[in-house]
């Protein structure tokens, strides 16, 4: 079985400041990565997802997430954040059954 | 391409009473999944078909909760009878299948906001 945990519940950082949303996971098997953003009263959209090869992905709206395979972790970054990206971000990992989603960081960007 | 349609947007009931979702996923797409989302937790699977079979309910709560697509297309979520802690967004995502890959990437719908009173 996967489980994933999102280590921060919120992270408020200051527009124009680059941000890190950290996210571990564990697994017995290979796995696969994802992170998706919910907007508020939205469904969930892909950012991006790992399935293999490099392991700097990057996605969209400029945000890239690296797999670290030996310390079983998959955070993601922005250099530059806008109040545009005010969001609800989630880590989910599947090990090509069901999909099994983190508790979600919340992102509020200030001025 | 339009995404996956879900109605009603917003539901309020009172408790022991029954309440349906409806789910029309992306055209083609093979599979079609039903997830809770608890007020600040992630999506939890309730349960997911391929076609029109399930291939997981593993998580679902069959004495009250039941799930059907009977034509392969759309889809419906029923509650009977609703409890309090069924207050939650109902999410329903589809995804193409493409098994060579072994997952594909699974699109969601804008939910149903249920509120149990």
């Known amino acids: 079985a996967q489980s994933v945990t999102q280590l921060d519940s919120q992270v408020p950082v200051f527009e124009e400041a680059p941000v890190e949303l950290r996210c571990n996971y564990s697994?017995?098997?290979?796995?696969?990565l994802f992170w998706y953003v919910q907007y508020p009263n939205q469904g969930l959209q892909l950012l991006l997802k790992?399935?293999?090869?490099?392991?700097l992905v990057k996605g969209i709206n400029g945000f890239e997430a690296e797999f670290n395979k030996s310390q079983t972790s998959f955070h993601l970054r922005k250099p530059s954040v806008h109040i545009s990206d005010t969001a609800e971000y989630f880590c989910a990992v599947t090990g090509a059954q069901k999909l099994v989603f983190g508790q979600g960081t919340r992102l509020t960007i200030n001025p | 391409e339009a995404g996956v349609a879900q109605s009603p947007r917003y539901k309020i009931i009172e408790k022991r009473q029954s309440v349906a979702f409806w789910c029309n996923p992306i055209?083609?797409?093979?599979?079609l999944y039903w997830y809770q989302q608890i007020l600040g937790q992630g999506p939890k699977l309730l349960i997911q078909?391929?076609?029109?079979?399930?291939?997981?309910d593993s998580q679902l709560p069959k004495d009250r909760f039941s799930a059907e697509r009977l034509k392969g297309v759309d889809s419906t979520l029923k509650i009977q009878p609703a409890k309090l802690e069924d207050s939650a967004v109902y999410l329903c995502a589809s995804s193409l299948e493409l098994p060579r890959l072994g997952v594909d990437t699974q699109y969601f719908g804008p939910g149903t906001r249920l509120t149990v009173l």
């Open positions: 697994s017995s098997v290979s796995v696969y």
């Open positions: 055209s083609g797409h093979a599979t």
């Open positions: 790992y399935l293999s090869g490099s392991t």
């Open positions: 078909f391929q076609n029109n079979g399930v291939v997981d």
